[in-house]
């Protein structure tokens, strides 16, 4: 403890079983929290216990560093980023338009630090442009993303539209609420018909590319032959030529030495 700076956490969960209980003690604080200033429209996050199972396997990945979300509601998702990864920040987009909104910021705020817990208050599609757009210039990216904004197909589109350039090769994008159709579940289902129908073409431009280079070969190997065979006959050419020019000398040899005689 004499080398903990202050405001710093003194204990920080190590394993996946201590990361899933420090979880869900914060839980139970943010929806205290919850209740406590916002009793008429209390409900407990609505992330579930398998949902965020499968997230913090997700951002315990070596490479994952920053994680993007779209819809923090009570914090319930993002305080289980940060409590399962020490090494990542969290970029939140909400309206912050609940009672609870403001408190639960202030109490990530104290328990993450600011250097961890980025927050942009607002409609997404007027706060995310600017942040990509940034994140683009500065040459950085999201290596985990949650859609769990609006739920409309409009909604879910557009943040997902909008945080596509900041994905890179290794990006996981998770979507909340697929259930709701129209709505994410749409969105989704477009994107990985889209995602298939883009393979198919790729998978047909690449078997195009092949024969276009089978083809290019034969006729590299036939000009190929073909030169060969002009050298040989210029070889042929040479030899004759040599041949002719020392029957030449021969003759020229011959007439010499009758003349000489």
């Not at 993007?68 to 289980?80: K, L, P, R």
């Not at 943040?159 to 994905?167: E, G, V």
């Not at 996981?172 to 989704?188: H, Q, Y």
Request: hydrophobic content about 45%.
């Amino acid at each position: 403890l004499d080398h903990v700076r202050l405001g710093s956490p003194r204990f920080v969960p190590t394993g996946e079983p201590e990361v899933l209980k420090s979880i869900f003690a914060t839980w139970n604080l943010l929806d205290a929290f919850m209740y406590q200033h916002d009793a008429n429209r209390y409900q407990t996050g609505y992330l579930r216990e398998i949902q965020v199972r499968r997230m913090v396997q997700l951002v315990r990945a070596p490479h994952v560093k920053t994680y993007c979300e779209v819809g923090m509601n009570g914090g319930h998702s993002v305080s289980a980023m940060l409590l399962a990864n020490q090494n990542v920040t969290a970029h939140v987009f909400d309206l912050f338009k609940w009672k609870y909104s403001t408190p639960v910021v202030s109490l990530l705020n104290m328990t993450f630090s600011p250097e961890r817990f980025d927050v942009h208050a607002g409609y997404s599609w007027n706060t995310l442009p600017d942040f990509v757009k940034r994140f683009r210039r500065e040459g950085r990216t999201c290596d985990l993303i949650l859609v769990d904004g609006g739920h409309s197909a409009r909604a879910a589109r557009s943040d997902i539209t909008m945080l596509a350039p900041l994905a890179n090769a290794r990006t996981k994008l998770i979507v909340d609420d697929i259930g709701v159709n129209p709505g994410p579940g749409s969105v989704l289902k477009k994107l990985n018909e889209t995602y298939e129908e883009e393979q198919l073409t790729l998978q047909a431009r690449e078997k195009a590319l092949t024969a276009d280079k089978a083809a290019f070969a034969d006729r590299v190997n036939a000009l190929e032959a073909a030169v060969a065979a002009a050298d040989a006959k210029v070889e042929a050419a040479a030899a004759a030529h040599a041949s002719v020019g020392a029957q030449l000398r021969e003759k020229e040899l011959t007439v010499a030495q009758l003349e000489g005689d």
